[in-house]
Each structure stands twice: as C-alpha cells, then as structure tokens.
C-alpha cells in the first residue's frame, strides 16, 4: 500500500536537516489491512539528513493506540513511543535487507516511508496487552468476576495422616 502523503521527495531539499510530521490514526492501520487497533492518535516526527551522498532519516513516534485486553476483552488506550534510524543510500537498485540501511537506485527523487512507520508503531504495541485497572485492581468486568470465580481454592488444611519418621525427624530440627 502506498500512501502519497508519506512519499518524502529529497532532489528538491537543500543539504542539512528537513522535519516532517504525520498525525497518524486508524485509517492508516487500516489502509495495510492491520485491524487490531480499535483507534489511533499517534504524532510522527520525521527528520531527514541530507548530506553529499546519503541521507539519514530519524523517526519518532508517540501518542495512543486503543486496543482490547487479552484477559478480559475490555478496550482500553495503550501509550506508545518508537524511534527508528535508517541511512539511505544510492546504490545500483533498491535493497531494503537491511533493518538500518535502506538502497535505493540513483535516480530516485523521493522516498516512501510508509512501511517502516507501519512496522515501527506496529512492534511498538506490547505483545501481551494487559488493561492498567487489570494489574492495580480497578477494573471491575465480568470476565474478571467469572476468573475469579473459576480459580482453584487453596485448600491449607493439616493432615493427620503422618509418618511417625518424618515425626521424629522435625523434631530433631526443633530441639537444640
């Protein structure tokens, strides 16, 4: 999926730092067929180094993507923050091997970095996605209130059936 507006054209920009930014939200996720993400409001600062004969482009990204708990399906906003630093170079066709080092062909004018946006804020969602009131004992759902219910009792209680050895051996550990 190509989305223009993060096509980044570099013939026209001067040598030295160009910023771009993105207000990114669900329609993004949505255009590369993600749907995990029940909405989005994610800022992207992009900063493109223009040198000689490279480019080095630094992203950042922050904001929320809201998601639903894996243990109790409850949605909740998830705050998220990613970097990531690619160095673009010219080379004789593009090669995208590399996580860090991106080639494309001499004649390119511009630059797409929709994809490495996508997988960027993508890996920044954790893997287990846990709602807050879940681990401080807030959130009140009826998924929780069934778990609760479902858990094995502990049961402590002394049974009287003992081996008289074991008997006699504590008690050498109590007497000193």
């Not at 507006?5 to 030295?16: H, Q, S, V, W």
């Not at 992009?46 to 480019?55: D, E, S, Y």
């Not at 904001?63 to 673009?88: A, F, K």
Request: with cysteine; aromatic share 10%; hydrophobic share 35%.
């Amino acid at each position: 999926m190509k989305l223009k507006e993060f096509f980044i054209p570099f013939t026209g920009l001067k040598l030295g730092k160009h910023e771009f930014e993105y207000v990114i939200d669900n329609t993004f996720f949505e255009s590369f067929g993600y749907e995990e993400f029940n909405g989005a409001s994610i800022t992207l600062k992009a900063v493109l180094n223009k040198m000689g004969t490279m480019m080095e482009l630094d992203i950042h990204a922050s904001g929320s993507v809201n998601v639903d708990c894996d243990l109790t399906s409850e949605p909740y906003d998830q705050t998220i923050t990613s970097d990531l630093q690619l160095v673009i170079k010219f080379g004789e066709a593009y090669n995208d091997e590399n996580d860090e080092i991106l080639i494309i062909p001499h004649g390119e004018h511009q630059i797409n970095i929709a994809q490495y946006v996508y997988e960027m804020l993508v890996l920044a969602v954790p893997q287990k996605r846990v709602h807050p009131g879940v681990l401080d004992g807030t959130l009140k759902s009826e998924a929780l209130d069934k778990l609760e219910e479902l858990q094995p009792k502990e049961t402590k209680g002394k049974t009287e059936n003992t081996d008289p050895r074991w008997d006699e051996l504590k008690r050498l550990l109590t007497d000193k």
